[in-house]
């Protein structure tokens, strides 16, 4: 079995003239949640489309699920997805709506309320769809993309209009999916909601794609005494380091590999170390780095 779910290679994708897909690669590996982050319009959705066979591209080819992109007849039965929103009927309760969907795709009546149970969705099931919150109209569409059991989900935006509890309980069962080796792709602007769910990501930017690294940001020393903290700032510095000063711990500058090094100059200098941690740089730090601002595009 190929390890990669989705494999797509040097994909263009013009729509109106332009091309909203232009030399887009990507590999997404099977059994984890990737996250697409991006600014409106960057092409995101259409991404997402493309793999659903929605969209046919000018150029490029890739595999979906082990089965080529221009035959989505094999790999669709397989895949589940909520883009640009839930499409339900408003005249119809929640859950008869869920029953036809159900039906089409050849899923028995009680994945229907295991699923409504699922999303918190159970007490509204009985309401027809036209009195529906935004959030609970997110929350069936979220049901209706799980009816098949999906090997891949693609969600677009699925926390639109879901409160806090709404929210958590998606991104456990997204956590889950991952956990019994299946594959998620998911977009969103709440970049805490990925980061806190995702074990990649990706960026897509002017129609280019490519993978976004939450890189290391140094080492994180606290000292067992706040009043050596500028001790640590001055002892990195002098080892020709930059250190950050922060209320009750420095970041520096460093791989883990001197962490060592660091060390052992505290030790001489005679500061106790509470704890050294690795610190990461956030996925929102790495996706501001990654995006040129009106400043850098001017230099």
């Not at 059994?31 to 960057?42: C, D, E, I």
């Not at 493309?50 to 150029?59: A, C, E, I, S, T």
């Not at 994945?111 to 409504?116: A, F, P």
């Amino acid at each position: 079995m190929n390890s990669h779910a989705v494999v797509l290679d040097d994909i263009r994708m013009e729509l109106g003239g332009r091309a909203v897909l232009d030399s887009a690669s990507l590999r997404l590996p099977r059994g984890q949640v990737t996250g697409l982050v991006g600014a409106n319009g960057a092409g995101k959705s259409t991404l997402m489309r493309v793999m659903l066979g929605l969209l046919r591209p000018q150029r490029g080819d890739g595999h979906v699920l082990g089965h080529p992109l221009a035959r989505p007849d094999a790999y669709l039965p397989h895949v589940g997805a909520l883009i640009d929103g839930p499409g339900a009927d408003p005249a119809l309760k929640g859950r008869a709506n869920l029953r036809v969907l159900a039906r089409l795709a050849g899923a028995p009546d009680s994945r229907v309320d295991e699923l409504l149970d699922e999303v918190g969705m159970t007490g509204a099931a009985l309401r027809r769809v036209r009195g529906y919150s935004l959030g609970m109209r997110q929350r069936l569409g979220i049901a209706g993309a799980l009816l098949k059991d999906p090997e891949l989900l693609l969600l677009d935006e699925p926390t639109n209009g879901l409160d806090p509890f709404a929210t958590a309980r998606l991104l456990h069962l997204v956590r889950e999916r991952a956990r019994r080796g299946h594959t998620v792709v998911i977009s969103s602007h709440v970049l805490a909601d990925l980061e806190s769910v995702c074990d990649g990501f990706v960026l897509v930017e002017d129609g280019r794609v490519r993978e976004l690294r939450r890189g290391p940001g140094g080492l994180r020393i606290t000292p067992a005494d706040p009043a050596q903290l500028e001790g640590v700032t001055r002892t990195a510095e002098e080892l020709g380091l930059k250190a950050a000063l922060h209320d009750a711990y420095v970041v520096v500058d460093a791989a883990p590999e001197r962490a060592p090094d660091i060390m052992r100059a505290l030790v001489a200098a005679d500061i106790g170390i509470r704890e050294v941690t690795e610190q990461h740089t956030g996925l929102r730090q790495a996706f501001a780095a990654s995006v040129p601002t009106p400043q850098r595009e001017q230099q």
